[in-house]
C-alpha cells in the first residue's frame, strides 16, 4: 500500500546545480501537486496537474519546472539551485472531485549551500 | 479566489484542556474544508474534511469541526487535550472540482500537563 512516495528524503545541493524531485502515486488520481513548506508561512503550491499533459502554476513556482507524462509521475525539476529554495517538499495526490481527500507524501528535505 | 486565515501561530493548552483551533476561509463557490495534523519530521495526515453534507464533522483522534457559512469560519476543536495532541495544524480549502488546495500558515498547539 504505498500511496505517494517521493525521493529523495534528504539531499544537499550547490548553488546553481540541477535536481530532480520525484513523485509517484499508485491510486490512479488524475490530481497531482507540489509544495513547498517554509517556518510560519504553512505549505505554498508550486505546481499542480489535473491529468497527464495538463499542468499549472501555483503560488511559487519560479525556479520549478514540472512535467506529467503519465498519470503516476509527476517530478519536480529545480533548475539552478539557490539558497532560497532551501525547504521540505512536499507532493500530493487525490482524485480531481474537490471533496475528495489529497493525500501527501512523506516529503523531501532539500538543503542548498 | 481562495484563501485560509488561522487565527494564532501557537497555541498553548494544559492536558485535559478544551481545544480550540480557528480557521476562517474565503471562497467564491461553495467550499470544501479540510484540516490536517503535522507531527514533528513527518507528512501531513487528514484529521477530517467538510463536503457539503453535515455542518458537524468528526474526525479521527476525538477532533471535530463545525462549518459556519455564516461566519465563513470551520474552527477546530477537541474536548479535552492529550499529551500526544502536540502537532502543527493546517486548515485548508478547495474550492471546486479540479481545484488546488491552499493552505492556511498553521497553528501549533502545545499541551504541557
Known amino acids: 500500500n504505498a500511496g505517494v512516495t517521493q525521493t529523495p528524503k534528504f539531499q544537499v545541493l550547490k548553488t546553481g546545480q540541477s535536481m530532480t524531485l520525484q513523485c509517484a502515486q499508485d491510486?490512479?488520481?488524475?490530481?497531482m501537486s507540489w509544495y513547498r513548506q517554509d517556518p510560519g508561512m504553512g505549505l505554498r503550491l508550486i505546481h499542480y496537474s489535473v491529468g497527464a499533459g495538463i499542468t499549472d502554476q501555483g503560488e511559487v513556482p519560479n525556479g520549478y519546472n514540472v512535467s506529467r507524462s503519465t498519470t503516476e509521475d509527476f517530478p519536480l525539476r529545480l533548475l539552478s539551485a539557490a539558497p532560497s529554495q532551501t525547504s521540505v517538499y512536499f507532493c500530493?495526490?487525490?482524485?480531481?472531485?474537490?471533496?475528495?481527500?489529497?493525500?501527501f507524501g512523506e516529503g523531501s528535505w532539500l538543503t542548498v549551500v | 479566489a481562495q484563501s485560509v486565515t488561522q487565527l494564532g501561530s501557537h497555541v498553548s493548552v494544559s492536558e485535559g484542556a478544551l481545544v480550540l483551533l480557528r480557521c476562517n476561509y474565503s471562497s467564491s463557490v461553495p467550499p470544501y474544508l479540510f484540516w490536517y495534523v503535522q507531527y514533528p519530521n513527518q507528512g501531513l495526515q487528514l484529521l477530517l474534511k467538510?463536503?457539503?453534507?453535515?455542518?458537524l464533522v468528526k474526525g479521527i483522534n476525538g477532533f471535530e469541526a463545525e462549518f459556519k457559512k455564516s461566519e465563513t469560519s470551520f474552527h477546530l476543536t477537541k474536548p479535552s487535550a492529550h499529551m500526544s495532541d502536540a502537532a502543527e495544524y493546517f486548515c485548508a480549502v478547495r474550492s471546486g472540482t479540479a481545484s488546488k488546495l491552499t493552505f492556511g500558515t498553521g497553528t501549533r498547539l502545545q499541551v504541557t500537563l
Open positions: 491510486m490512479n488520481h488524475e490530481y
Open positions: 467538510y463536503t457539503s453534507a453535515a455542518t
Open positions: 500530493a495526490s487525490s482524485y480531481v472531485d474537490g471533496g475528495n481527500t489529497i493525500y
